[in-house]
């Protein structure tokens, strides 16, 4: 079984930044693929970035250049730094993990974004 624990969301002002990040339990994190999502009041989630497990990473358009994702296999995390934050960017963002077959989330964080 796997648990995912996002932290580091909280309130900023446009154009600062924060960290995120998602710890996972279990014993599949190194050969997963891990990526954030996130889900603005009455929008679909959308996918923010993810990488690999081999270390490959994609973004989505809004984001590029500004957010960057990690991971650290060591310490079974994610992370995601984003930068030149904006009030767009205000959403509950989700950590996901997949492997062939199986998905998980976590509960979210929030990330409110003041301009």
């Known amino acids: 079984q796997v648990q995912l624990v996002e932290s580091g969301g909280g309130l900023v002002q446009a154009g600062g930044s924060l960290r995120l990040s998602c710890a996972a339990s279990?014993?599949?994190?190194?050969?997963?693929?891990m990526s954030w999502y996130r889900q603005a009041p009455g929008k679909q989630r959308e996918s923010v970035a993810t990488i690999t497990s081999g270390g490959s990473s994609n973004y989505a358009e809004s984001v590029k250049g500004r957010f960057t994702i990690s991971r650290d296999n060591a310490k079974k995390t994610v992370y995601l730094q984003m930068n030149s934050l904006e009030p767009e960017d205000t959403a509950v963002y989700y950590c996901?993990?997949?492997?062939?077959?199986?998905?998980?989330w976590g509960q979210g964080t929030q990330v409110t974004v003041s301009s």
């Open positions: 996901r993990l997949w492997v062939p077959g199986l998905g998980y």
């Open positions: 279990g014993s599949i994190f190194s050969i997963a693929a």
